[in-house]
């Protein structure tokens, strides 16, 4: 299990962006491989760096600070450095080479940039969530150019290396006694370019095309609004030499007529007709498995709430488990009632004690004060 990230930087779980952006600055500055050879160093540069990824989002931290670690992964934002990019961390930070702002010789050119990850917003019913589906999805990306095999180039030819940066992909600029490193705007940073002669017509030398892809995506029993399915690969194709990115699934749940869910546990209002309330009997219920039968007790109040227990929805952690459905009876009240229904009432409510007013009681009273 990875460390508390609030720990990791060493600030307070209240802490403000500029307080969490400051932390992780002197974290970089103290664990950077470049800068300190310990052993160690570089695990807990790579964990500042997570930390730093998660808790600089609102999204990730909010998520963070309610469900912790399992909550990110749940949602496809789990811990894997893979999907940190430092490089945009270090960019947007300290606006430029890291390594060369601190005096180091830096590692050269960064590589092949990783493909960039996608998000598919899919629309399911409630009850497709409550038992699971498979889907069949089109989704638009960039992939790996089949004419050129993703390196941009006519069959026979070959890009050239960039002029500007000598391969590395980046320059040096000296500011002062400082020397930046910063991505090479020729090539941008690929440290090679291709000649317009030689490019591959099919993708213009970019190595990549776009299409549209079929596929089919499972999602679980239980699934709600806002999880996110992670498909490892499914994104838009890398620059070549580096791997694609992911595709996000992100669920969103339609809402029922009947039933409303919260987390695995289903709740539903039933109507009961009053002599069942009074004297007890059994009715059948809907539940998201089918009708259920319910035994209402004698004397049974308008709101009385009784539970089905394991008639909910499957937890999404804990496999072969399901929530409860809640079941909230009202008394139903007729209103195509017949004279001798009517009449019955009547002579229950005299029993009773209880005073029920005669048709046409008020337009009698009126008459007689207006009168």
Not at 53 to 74: A, N, P, T
Not at 198 to 214: F, I, L, M, Q, Y
Request: proline letters at 5%.
């Amino acid at each position: 299990m990875p460390r508390d990230y609030y720990e990791v930087l060493g600030v307070q779980r209240s802490a403000s962006a500029a307080e969490i952006k400051k932390a992780y600055k002197s974290a970089a500055r103290k664990y950077h491989p470049d800068l300190n050879k310990e052993e160690g160093a570089e695990d807990k540069f790579k964990e500042a760096t997570e930390a730093y990824d998660v808790l600089s989002s609102d999204d990730k931290r909010g998520i963070y600070d309610q469900f912790g670690h399992d909550g990110l992964k749940g949602r496809g934002m789990g811990p894997d450095m893979t999907h940190v990019n430092v490089h945009d961390i270090f960019e947007s930070l300290f606006g430029g080479g890291f390594a060369d702002l601190f005096g180091g010789g830096g590692r050269g050119r960064r590589g092949p940039r990783r493909g960039a990850d996608l998000e598919y917003p899919l629309s399911i019913s409630f009850m497709e969530a409550a038992h699971g589906v498979t889907k069949e999805i089109t989704v638009p990306r960039r992939v790996d150019c089949v004419t050129c095999d993703g390196n941009g180039t006519k069959e026979g030819k070959s890009a050239t290396t960039c002029g500007t940066c000598g391969g590395v992909g980046q320059v040096i600029s000296a500011q002062g006694f400082l020397r930046i490193r910063t991505t090479c705007p020729t090539c941008r940073g690929q440290g090679s370019s291709i000649a317009a002669s030689d490019r591959c017509p099919a993708c213009s030398g970019s190595g990549r095309v776009r299409e549209n892809t079929d596929m089919e995506v499972r999602i679980p029993a239980g699934s709600y609004s806002g999880l996110q399915i992670r498909h490892t690969g499914e994104g838009e194709a890398g620059e070549p030499g580096a791997p694609p990115g992911d595709l996000y699934v992100t669920v969103q749940v339609e809402p029922h007529q009947l039933f409303k869910r919260d987390g695995p546990d289903v709740y539903v209002t039933i109507p009961v007709p009053y002599p069942i309330m009074a004297l007890g009997g059994d009715i059948v219920v809907p539940t998201v498995h089918g009708e259920e039968q319910l035994h209402v007790k004698r004397g049974s109040e308008s709101g009385h709430v009784s539970v089905l227990r394991g008639k909910g929805v499957d937890h999404l952690r804990r496999r072969g488990q399901k929530g409860d459905q809640h079941v909230r009876l009202v008394v139903e009240v007729p209103t195509d009632l017949s004279e001798e229904e009517q009449e019955l009432l009547r002579q229950l409510a005299d029993m009773r004690g209880t005073g029920v007013q005669e048709p046409g009681f008020w337009k009698s009273l009126f008459d007689k004060i207006t009168g």
